[in-house]
């Protein structure tokens, strides 16, 4: 394991390759000013594209220019994040995001002229020049916007004003990232100063007190600013809402779903299925208060481990084995791409000074897939692992079977190849278990990830719906208003057996998804609809592997819940989420009986 190493002390093997991108910073350049040289031809195209041959023309170009300019931004990025101190790396990461900044204000047309195509148009054009054929849901996906398309001096305005109406994020994030102050409180003669990452740490203390001090320390700033914040949180609202009016949509969430060709029972069946299953987390509930043997339990108690951490660690060799095995079910060609990638050196495995946090997969179209780690031996870096790996290998298959056009997968698509393997990695560990104890680990941090992912995000879903429903009613959002929606929201979805102390109903303000509004639906979606593919491929259905790699090969070239079915889960029912639930029944049956 690396041990403060900087990235220099760190051995090749352990750090990616970015020949893939680009053999040096001298080639970047040679490919920047070819994209600056070449953005004039693309603005040549304006007012011009209802024209078949001059739309091929433009095709050609625009998807040209388009690869070349992501794989400059991918690789400026990349090579900050390595050494996010490198003025090198730091300066061209502002050059190219100030480019792609004036590229998108510049090119505005593209939209505008796409959009006022109509399918008869888009016929007519096929019809004259077959090689468009290729390009038809592209252009049908502009198509449709054009009701929501509005005329060229408001669009730049809206343009134009998008800045300020992103403010309320900005203001949250200010507050909620750099200005809050939790104070410092003493316990057991230990002084001790929150933040956001020492609550999360301390809730999972085994000592009572503490958490119960921790969880009334941790929301008194929310309290004390909660006029402040909800105002913050209604301007974000209202300005969702005003802009679907503008836009001809009838409601904020139908503007939300839009992109991703969905209709709003998508969420209501979601909501549907959880309600009619709150009683496995009031199950859940009961199983906390029992193994930690107290009267009542509080959501400061939610956290606390019932068994105690694996007292293991996992090599990086060993993560690579671990997973390999795990991922076994989806046959030989999976496990050759799998076994090439960790080959290939695009994948930067251990944390140094300067490095970025976290973990992410990336890439580009003229490259491949790339996984960015801080890697630290914990089971939970190998369950990050696997995770940044399905998304590597979507996008892999993706450039592999997709034009640049469809390669990328939409947001409501890209979280459900990580999360299987996610899945089949919880259900591995589960099976090779040495005691009833570790078994018991595994299986209780698989049913804390469908609770957190799965009923959490949707009561949050459900409270955003709400919200906005009650403002588009004409109805004002206040501090008191939006906190007893949460609170009824709490009362639902938190099941029998919970005891929802005081501090909870201010919860709502502190979390920073509401200003990206209908987003946290999706995680639990991508779950649901993991969850259902990976019990396919692991029950032994003799199609499912090959459904699930038709999946992975799709991009975006169709509609996504019709590239879901064609890997045999349909999300605009609710099957896949009653799978979801199903699957917790079973994890918590399973650990009851050892």
Known sequence: MNKNKTRDQIEDKYKWDLSVLYASADYWEEDYRKVEKELPLLLEFKGSLADSGKLEQFMQLYTNH??????????????????????????????????????????????????SLSRDDIDTMIHENARLAGYRFFLESYA??????????????????????????????????????????????????????????????????????????????YRQNIDVLANT???????????????????????????????????????????????????????????????????????????????????????????????????????????????????????????????????????RGLIFLNYTEKFSDVSTFAHEFGHCLHRDYSIENQPYIYYQNP???????????????????SKIAESSEEKKFFLYHNMKRIEATFYRQTMFANFEKEIHEMAESGKALIAKSITDIYRKNLEVYLGKGMVIDEQLNYEWARIPHFYNAFYVYKYATSLSAAIALSERVTSGDKVAVEDYLTFLKAGSHKEPLEILKDAGVDLAGKEAYEVTVNKFRKLLAEYKSL
């Open 144 to 221: 449709r916007y054009n009701p929501h398309i509005l005329s060229e001096e408001t669009e730049t305005v809206l343009a134009e004003l998008e800045i300020a109406l992103k403010k309320p994020d900005d203001v949250f994030s200010a507050f909620h990232d750099n200005n809050i102050s939790f104070g410092e409180f003493e316990h057991k003669g230990e002084k001790i100063h929150l933040s956001h990452a020492k609550y999360a740490q301390l809730l999972e203390s085994p000592d009572r007190a503490l958490r119960q001090k921790v969880f009334d320390f941790y929301y008194q700033p």
């Open 66 to 115: 388009s690869i070349m300019r992501e794989n400059l931004y991918v690789y400026a990025k990349v090579r900050f994040f390595e050494d996010t101190r490198n003025a090198v790396y730091e300066e061209m990461k502002g050059r190219i995001e100030l480019f792609v900044s004036k590229i998108s204000a510049e090119t505005v047309f593209i939209k505008k002229d796409l959009s």
């Open 411 to 429: 947001i409501f698509l890209a979280e459900i190849a990580s999360t299987f393997n996610e899945a089949l990695l919880f259900d591995h560990m």
């Open 233 to 367: 949180y209604a301007a974000n609202v209202l300005a969702n809402i005003k802009l679907a009016k503008v836009r001809n949509y009838t409601s904020m969430l139908e503007m939300s779903l839009f992109p991703d060709y969905l209709s709003t029972t998508v969420i209501s069946n979601l909501v549907e299925v959880l309600k009619e299953n709150i009683d496995v987390i009031s199950e859940f509930n009961a199983l906390k208060q029992e193994e930690l043997g107290i009267k009542e339990l509080h959501f400061y108690d939610n956290y606390v481990p019932l068994v105690n951490d694996v007292d293991k660690k996992y090599s990086y060799e060993e993560a690579i084995e671990l997973v390999r095995t795990a991922l076994a079910p989806l046959g030989a060609e999976y496990l050759r791409k799998y076994d090439a990638t960790v080959s290939a050196r695009v994948i930067d495995v251990f944390e140094s000074p300067g490095k970025r946090s976290g973990a992410f997969s990336w890439g580009s179209y003229a490259s």
